[in-house]
């Protein structure tokens, strides 16, 4: 079972990105997929969640309004859009997976399955 993280690069500010959580052996339909991040120098961050089997989507404050998670079933793929791009994103972007759901999915220890990370940089 793998999740790959990808879609990251190098853009400038106000530049867009789209990131794919696909997985590998994992149906990603049912499953609550997480997307983080985590600065150089910084612990990482939670910044979107979307639960397949309820439908719950969620964002932190910082991109809320720029970013939009989204999950394309037939292609096994979570999609996470950033538009607007700041410097302050820059971090690598991890996705991970959880089947339990609860209220707490900004927790990264409620995930059970993490992607390998790819890296985001937004030039000022």
């Known amino acids: 079972v793998q999740l790959q993280a990808s879609g990251g690069g190098l853009v400038q500010a106000g530049e867009s990105l789209r990131l794919s959580c696909s997985g590998s052996g994992l149906t990603l339909e049912g499953w609550g997929i997480g997307w983080f991040r985590q600065a150089p120098g910084k612990e990482r961050e939670w910044v979107s969640y979307?639960?397949?089997?309820?439908?719950?989507?969620d964002y932190a404050d910082s991109v809320m309004g720029r970013f939009a998670i989204s999950e394309d079933v037939a292609e096994n793929t979570v999609y996470l859009q950033m538009n607007s791009l700041k410097p302050a994103d820059t971090a690598v972007y991890y996705c991970a997976a959880r089947s339990v759901y609860s209220v707490r999915y900004y927790d990264s220890e409620q995930y059970e399955f993490w992607g390998q990370g790819t890296q985001v940089t937004v030039s000022s």
């Open positions: 979307r639960g397949s089997r309820d439908g719950t989507t």
